[in-house]
């Protein structure tokens, strides 16, 4: 009967799938049915998560997060990161170079950019005389070899270099015909292709063409070096574009390199063996020595030293670490030396969950991708259009030679029209945003978050744990005349190492900081509702309310203002009374994190309304937003679902909700929000729920956050009005539109040229986002 009664209790109280939270099948009024098995939900949030995919959360795929291999890479499209291959290769969608999932450790180049090097030599060296005899004779009438041989004299300089050199380009153009993937390669080998085999077929048999289309002496005109130089304009594009796209990974390559490659670990007799880093396992003793970086994360056992975390949390100021002090692998020691325990290794470590949550990240979309996808789709097919009707319109009424003219303005079309700018703009940002976000303490899951917290203008936050440091602690010590704070202080923490009420432990925690010496505690006993009392070196003392006091014989009345006006301020007040008589009180509270009221006011200037959540009483909430100011609406004794609840009634109301959190009972409200953000400080769960975390727990971090997504926003924005912006003119003037009124037309070469330095403008965009001050 018994195991029976367990079942029931745990069929009714299930788990969300999504955030993990324990749910009571009997209250919540959020259901769904998938593949016959019911399942039931904290809010409206998790539930809409789950149904999007539900395969992601009843079927969790664990994966390795340590810094990649060498070798054995993923290798994935910046543009299409559904893209995967185990190597080099090319995109089968857009056809761009594909590069690894995650930066390398050895910085090598990318294959294709070594490549496209070699093609890039050799075109430009075959290009030059190529365009000189070519252009020679047309516009400075420099003639440098008979006109018969000129022809075939260009046709061995240009054959290797389309058929050779440009010859991807060719491959890919073929590819996105056959796949229906139209992209710039498309435009490319046609345009390419086009002028090259025009000029073949006039060099071998000029017969075949009118004698309205010969020039004097028979000759058919040739346009070998519109074909030429093009290619080398595109190689030279593609190689400046590739070698910027190699920068947006030095943010994660510059964590990566953090990590020490090995680690001194301690032996039996107390001596240092100097082992790779791989070979460190949890429980191993390492010493640390000053300067040196921490291998990984652990707890320090024996020292002392500042450690510098400003790789973790975006801060410079160092940090006091001592026994007891979790430390983590690519902070820098001071100038102590300091023993650790290994406790987080190789994947596990922090440093590796980052480079692993920002590799991921660098690969997702931003909704506002979709607006240049949708754009691409169309977009080649119609400049074929353009080109076509292009070549009609000169061809029919243009000025002669009426071909050569149609030709020329066809391919320059196509070639100008090459949509790698717009496909660059959002993905290149991205990249390079959310590096510079991981060297601010900022971690980012993917790019949809960051396009939401760009649009927010609500921040909803938890009190306990990230506007409070979230662990009780003694603020305060007030002795009656009569008694020291150390006094007072040392007995009361010598009877609370017996107590297990969660008030003691700050006690206590408060008397080894100022290295109080305990004494020896005997006849120990706890009262329930009232407190604690127990004889220290033959001294009773007694700690806990007044009734308590009153029980042991001391008047608590000369404390009684006082109390209660820090129980006002919503902290917890202790009393003392030693051998009968009261000796003062100890006050314990949840302190203000020190950063958070200019957190505050500064996201409060940024425009952003702030409300505040938390399960404490109205009278501690109440005093925490006074202290802090710039809190606009406060909402207490609340339960995990009323967080979501009334997250969900924001949104309801048009609020775009950002919602910042640390612990499991924030998970329903992380998931319910426009975009979660969590604290690094806080537990697995708010992270998995959460867009976005901070590493250092603290909210001045999201002032970070919040500029970064401005930042990248904007940048994105930037890069898709100078993609649309560029071709919006570059297709019309390469169509001839200003002939009629300026005799300005665009030859293929200035085109080819015009459309790699699009590409390459907007990659350099997206890196000044490398350098935005946060």
Request: net charge neutral; glycine share 10%.
């Amino acid at each position: 009967m018994r195991h029976d009664r367990q079942e029931d209790e745990a069929a009714r109280h299930g788990r969300d799938p999504v955030c993990g939270m324990a749910v009571d099948s009997a209250k919540t009024s959020h259901h769904a049915e998938h593949d016959g098995q019911s399942y039931r939900f904290c809010s409206a949030g998790c539930r809409q998560k789950f149904l999007s995919d539900p395969g992601k959360y009843l079927n969790p795929v664990t994966e390795d997060i340590a810094p990649p291999p060498l070798e054995g890479s993923i290798w994935t499209c910046p543009m299409h990161p559904q893209i995967r291959q185990p190597a080099p290769g090319s995109c089968p969608i857009c056809g761009m170079a594909l590069e690894p999932e995650a930066p390398r450790l050895d910085d090598a180049p990318n294959p294709e950019l070594v490549d496209f090097t070699h093609r890039l030599w050799v075109a430009g060296a075959l290009a030059v005389p190529l365009l000189i005899l070519s252009m020679g004779g047309e516009m400075l009438g420099l003639h440098l070899v008979p006109a018969s041989w000129s022809p075939w004299i260009q046709l061995v300089l240009c054959a290797p270099i389309v058929l050779w050199a440009g010859w991807p380009f060719f491959e890919r153009g073929w590819a996105s015909l056959k796949s229906r993937h139209t992209n710039m390669f498309t435009l490319i080998s046609l345009g390419v292709g086009a002028a090259f085999l025009y000029s073949l077929a006039a060099t071998v048999a000029p017969g075949l063409f009118p004698a309205a289309l010969r020039q004097h002496g028979g000759m058919v005109p040739v346009y070998y070096e519109a074909a030429g130089v093009v290619v080398a304009l595109v190689l030279l594009g593609q190689v400046l574009e590739l070698r910027a796209r190699a920068a947006t990974g030095r943010a994660i390559r510059s964590l990566l390199n953090l990590a020490p490659k090995t680690a001194r670990r301690m032996q039996a007799d107390g001596s240092d063996d100097e082992v790779p880093l791989s070979k460190v396992v949890r429980g191993d003793r390492l010493r640390i020595r000053p300067g040196e970086a921490i291998p990984v994360d652990g707890t320090v056992l024996e020292g002392q030293s500042s450690v510098d975390e400003s790789m973790l949390t975006g801060e410079p100021a160092p940090v006091l670490k001592t026994a007891g002090s979790s430390v983590t692998g690519g902070t820098v020691n001071g100038n102590g030396s300091l023993v650790m325990e290994a406790r987080a290794v190789g994947s596990e470590t922090m440093l590796a969950r980052i480079v692993a949550m920002v590799s991921e990240a660098q690969r997702s979309r931003a909704p506002i991708q979709a607006v240049a996808d949708r754009i691409a789709g169309w977009f080649v097919p119609l400049v074929v259009l353009i080109a076509v009707a292009t070549f009609a319109i000169w061809l029919c009424v243009g000025p002669e030679p009426r071909l050569g003219h149609a030709l020329l303005n066809a391919i320059a079309v196509l070639i100008i029209a090459c949509p790698c700018a717009l496909g660059l703009a959002t993905p290149m940002s991205i990249m390079v945003g959310t590096g510079r976000g991981a060297q601010a303490g900022v971690l980012v899951k993917n790019a949809e978050a960051l396009q939401a917290l760009d649009r927010v203008d609500t921040l909803v936050i938890d009190k306990t744990g990230t506007l409070t440091e979230g662990k009780p602690r003694l603020v305060a010590v007030s002795p009656v005349e009569g008694f020291s704070e150390d006094d007072l202080l040392a007995l009361a923490a010598a009877v609370e190492t017996n107590s297990e009420h969660p008030l003691a432990l700050a006690v206590v925690d408060a008397a080894k900081e100022r290295a109080l010496s305990l004494g020896t505690v005997s006849a120990f006993e706890a009262h329930t509702g009232l407190g604690i009392t127990g004889n220290v070196d033959g001294r009773v003392v007694a700690v806990g309310n007044a009734d308590q006091m009153r029980k042991v014989g001391a008047d608590p009345s000369p404390l009684r203002e006082q109390g209660e006006r820090r129980r006002a301020e919503g902290a917890g007040v202790m009393l003392v009374a030693i051998e009968g008589r009261c000796a003062g009180l100890l006050v314990v509270a949840d302190p203000i994190k020190t950063s958070a009221s200019a957190a505050i006011a500064a996201l409060h200037a940024g425009g952003l309304r702030i409300v505040m959540l938390t399960g404490d009483g109205k009278g501690t909430a109440q005093s925490v937003a006074k202290a802090i100011g710039g809190i606009d609406e406060v909402h207490a004794d609340l339960k995990p679902e009323d967080k979501a609840r009334i997250i969900a009634e924001l949104k309801a109301k048009g609020a775009r909700v950002a919602m910042a959190g640390d612990g499991i009972n924030d998970a329903p409200a992380l998931a319910a929000a426009d975009v979660g953000v969590a604290m690094g400080t806080g537990t697995d769960v708010a992270i998995e729920s959460a867009g976005l975390t901070l590493t250092n727990g603290d909210l001045s971090a999201m002032v970070r956050a919040r500029r970064l997504a401005r930042a990248t926003m904007a940048n994105i924005r930037q890069n898709l009005f100078f993609s649309f912006l560029f071709n919006g003119i570059g297709v019309p003037v390469a169509a001839g539109i200003l002939y009629p009124f300026a005799g300005i037309l665009l030859s293929p070469m200035l085109a080819g040229a015009a459309m790699a330095a699009s590409s390459f403008t907007v990659v350099l965009n997206a890196l000044r986002l490398s350098h935005q001050k946060l």
